[in-house]
């Protein structure tokens, strides 16, 4: 272990951010110990601190309950609590503005859009480009657009009531890494958004849907946190807030690949409450030539 007194990391997760500490605590040496909310993560992010050699404590609780156990259990500062709460974390993650930066050939877009639940992905952003600016590498500040489950919306609604902070119990939604209540990085994110422009929309369980299906479209395989964020773009173009002549970088938050049940759900058209507008049927057929071809006059034009 590299700090003296240090037994373990540890943090409450809704898949991702368990994932990527076990990982790189693994190729580090470092034992960690993840805070899971049963039955609320996908077996994909579940797999892999599992295999990653972490503890994995799986409690009857959300991620809300879940951050408050963490805390206590780590309150005698001999475990590191690796949520964005400790400075760490976001020290680590701001490389992603810096990132998107180099990508478009040290330029800025216009606006950047990011999912957001427990609030430390768009701190971290905010961070990145606070860096960018002061190191000279560019003078743009583009807006940021934070995008929410209209399921787990605490920082909608605060935005809607002029930052009045309110914590909300999180319902279900199928963008399940954002199913939180109770945002610890609440007054970072704030600061984030009031330092660049930033507007806070949400998105409807069938937004986020058919906005993750409306993109797959042009070859992309979006998760639902990627759909919330298109969805709310979608809609700040439709209001006209995001003009068509800005240049915008949607934050892909997972790969479709960790929600296999959401993205086979919305094409067989077993996703509670949602009705796919792109679903794409499976044409089961026997196994001959002309079944096949009788069925393709069907469908192509
Ligand atoms: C897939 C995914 N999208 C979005 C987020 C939101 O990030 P934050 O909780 O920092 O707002 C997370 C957080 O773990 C995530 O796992």
Known sequence: MGAPGIRAVACASTGDTSAALAA???????PTMVFLPAGKISNAQLSQPVSNGSIVLSLD????????????????????????????RIEGQKTISIEICQQLNWDLPDWLVIPGGNLGNVSALAAGLDLLKVSGITRKSPRILLAQSANANPMYLSYKDHYKFRSVAAQTTLASAIQIGNPVSYPRAVRAL?????????????????????????????????????????????????????????????????????????????????????????????ADASSVKTALDKVLV
Do not use: W
């Open 24 to 30: 790189y605590a693994a190729a580090a040496g470092v």
């Open 61 to 88: 609780t959300d991620f809300d309950g879940c951050m408050q156990i963490v805390k206590e259990v780590t309150a005698d500062q001999t475990i590191y609590l690796a949520n964005s709460m400790n400075p760490l």
């Open 194 to 286: 009031q330092a660049y422009g930033g507007v806070v929309d949400q998105a409807s369980e069938q937004e986020l849907s058919d906005a993750a299906a409306q993109a797959d479209r042009h070859g992309l395989f979006n998760d639902p946190h990627t759909g919330v964020a298109l969805a709310a773009m979608l809609k700040q173009v439709a209001n006209g807030t995001i003009t068509r002549d800005q240049s915008v970088v949607v934050i892909s938050t997972a790969h479709g690949l960790k929600f296999q049940e959401f993205k086979s759900g919305y094409h067989a058209g077993t996703l509670p409450g949602v009705q796919g507008k792109y679903r794409n049927q499976i044409i089961r057929l026997p």
